[in-house]
């Protein structure tokens, strides 16, 4: 039993986990834009796929609910 409790406090545990999440919040992000019918260009696409910043993507998803258009995330930046 000290093993499994060990591995859940483990780095790479932890480290998983934390890509679920990343990987999780870019996916909403780019579904809360199709959702109300804005494209998503590949360019921007990508850039939410490819970052790895879980606040950033955040405050990607929370532009998403009110963006006009899909490079209204990136804005400021």
Same mark, same amino acid.
């Given at each position: 039993? *000290? #093993? ?11 480290? /998983?986990? %934390? %890509?679920?999440?990343?990987? #999780?919040?870019?996916?909403? *992000? ?12 590949? %360019? /921007? ?6 970052? *790895? +910043?879980? +606040?950033?993507? %955040? ?9 006009? +258009?899909?490079?209204?995330?990136? /804005? +400021?930046?």
């Amino acid at each position: 039993m *000290t #093993a499994m409790q060990y591995f859940w406090r483990h780095p790479l545990a932890e480290q /998983v986990r %934390e %890509e679920g999440r990343v990987q #999780a919040k870019a996916e909403m *992000t780019l579904r809360i834009l199709e959702w109300r019918g804005i494209a998503v260009p590949d %360019e /921007v696409r990508e850039r939410v796929e490819s970052c *790895t +910043d879980l +606040d950033r993507l %955040e405050l990607w998803a929370q532009r998403a609910v009110h963006a006009a +258009d899909a490079a209204e995330l990136f /804005v +400021d930046e």
